[in-house]
C-alpha cells in the first residue's frame, strides 16, 4: 500500500512540473510574439538613449536562451554597437557569462567564470554554521 501511495505522490509532483513547463513555454512563446514587432520598431528608429538600448537588452535577456529571443537581442546589439559600444559589449559579456559559458574558457575573460565563487563560498559557510 506504501508503494501506491508514493506512485500517486510521484505522479502528482510529476503532473504539477509538467504543468509548470508547460506554462514557461507559453510565457516564452507569449515574450517570442510579443517582443518581434517592439524590436523591429525599435531598432527602426533612427535614435535611442544607452538607457533604452540597455533597457531593451535587460527585457531580451532574461528569454535570451530561445532562439527567436536571441535572434532580437542581437538585432539590437547590432543596430546599436556604434553608437554605444560599451554597453552592447557590457550586454554581450553578460549573455555570454550567462548562456555561453564555454567561449569564455581559454580567453582573457575566463576570469568572469569565477567572479561569484566567492559569493557562494561565503552562503556555503554560511549555511553549513
Known sequence: ??????DKNYQEFFAGIKELAKGLMQIRERAAIEYAPIVEEFCARK??????????????????????????????????????????SYYIMEYRKEYDRE????????????????????????AKQ
Open 47 to 88: 535614435h535611442a538613449t544607452a538607457n533604452e538600448v540597455g533597457r531593451m537588452l535587460d527585457y531580451l535577456f532574461e528569454f535570451a536562451d530561445d532562439e527567436r529571443i536571441l535572434l532580437m537581442y542581437k538585432k539590437v546589439c547590432r543596430r546599436f554597437v556604434y553608437e554605444y559600444p560599451d554597453t552592447i
Open 103 to 126: 567561449s569564455l574558457i581559454g580567453t582573457e575573460y575566463e576570469y568572469l567564470l569565477h567572479e561569484d565563487d566567492e559569493l557562494f563560498d561565503k552562503e556555503d559557510n554560511k
Open 1 to 6: 500500500m506504501n508503494d501506491i501511495s508514493k
